[in-house]
């Protein structure tokens, strides 16, 4: 788990939805490898993965989802060591399976909004956006792709790569040229790390000001994602973590009355997107909350559901 947990802190597994598939993994491999004598010794090595995890990187509640169904099983009456392992496992293995069926009706979904010879603006990478984008230039709707950079870690060029390699014509463009740029699309289209009660959605810093610049230019923002992404506990008023990432990210320079900062994520109101495009549909971000809370069947008293949630807000980080 030790080197899961610091792949996904350096950013050698990112996008919220492979940093979930590696937790689920190694949650899976280590109740597979694990040697504990009883059932509640196995629960409190999962347990404390799950903190580890939990701790990784700030602003991921498709993570803390996973972790939250996993949890439920792990907290399930079970006497014997090999009868909770066997139920962990499956667990991991039907929950990952689900995840996937969910991911080709986001991309059914999210390729079925683009008009043909469409144009698409798109920000970082997305495993979701990408996902539709290549659906959508299979199914010959699309015509080509703009995508940032995306400073300071770059990730835009993995995006920039993926579609190059699969025959899609790419180009990307400094952070800084979104808005002149702009006008050359006919949607944008970014994924989610978390979406608030609100509707509101975190996402790659810089992609609330790209928002702007779309709207400026009648470009309609679309966003897609797993409903898994949805925060519960921003229902009772919590908010959302920003994760603020090391300053030599941005710059190694260090001198006296030179402060450097580095937020990985920020917020785009609900009032700027047009739909989220989920595995339940493309929703209104207003209605998303109600809609995927009663999915979730979350239980706010469960300690499996939400306290090793609270808890990590109290004291991570
Ligand atoms: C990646 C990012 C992505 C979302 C969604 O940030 O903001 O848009 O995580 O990705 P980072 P996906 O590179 O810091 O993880 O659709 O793959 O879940």
């Known amino acids: 788990m ?3 947990v610091s792949d996904i802190k350096a950013l050698k597994i990112q996008g919220a939805g492979k940093v979930r598939v590696a937790v689920v993994e190694a949650i899976r491999r280590e109740a597979q490898e694990s040697r504990a004598g009883s059932a509640e010794k196995l629960r409190n090595e999962i347990k404390q993965g799950m903190l580890l995890f939990l701790n990784s990187r700030a602003t991921e509640p498709e ?3 996973a972790l939250r169904v996993i949890l439920r099983v792990v907290q399930s009456k079970t006497d014997s060591a090999r009868e909770l392992k066997q139920k962990i496992i499956s667990a991991c293995n ?4 689900d995840r996937k069926k969910a991911l080709e009706k986001i991309a059914e979904f999210g390729s079925g909004i683009i008009p043909k010879g469409a144009v698409v603006f798109t920000h970082c990478h997305s495993n979701t956006v990408e996902e539709i984008l290549k659906r959508a230039w299979k199914e010959r709707r699309l015509k080509g792709v703009i995508c940032t950079e995306t400073r300071p870690k770059m990730q835009g060029r993995i995006t920039a790569e993926n579609l190059a390699k699969s025959g899609i014509p790419v180009t990307i463009i400094a952070d800084s040229a979104a808005y002149p740029l702009m006008h050359g699309a006919d949607l944008l289209i970014t994924g989610a790390d978390a979406i608030l009660a609100n509707g509101d959605v975190v996402n790659k810093i810089g992609t609330a000001q790209i928002s702007l610049a779309a709207a400026k230019e009648n470009v309609p923002h679309y966003v897609a994602c797993s409903s898994h992404k949805f925060d519960p506990l921003t229902t009772f008023g919590e908010l959302e973590i920003i994760e603020e990432r090391p300053p030599l990210e941005i710059w190694e320079k260090k001198m006296k ?3 450097i900062r580095n937020p990985a994520f ?3 109101r609900a009032t700027y997107i047009k739909e989220i495009i989920c595995e339940l549909g493309c929703l209104a971000p207003a209605s998303f909350a ?4 009663e999915r979730l069947g979350l239980d706010r008293h469960s300690e499996a559901d939400f306290s090793i949630i609270k808890l990590f807000r109290k004291y991570g980080k």
Request: overall charge positive; aromatic content about 10%; cysteine-free.
């Open 63 to 65: 993570m803390r989802t």
């Open 94 to 97: 039907s929950y990952e399976s």
């Open 257 to 259: 009355h030179l402060k």
């Open 266 to 268: 920020d917020i785009t």
């Open 2 to 4: 030790k080197k899961t």
């Open 290 to 293: 109600a809609i995927v809370y």
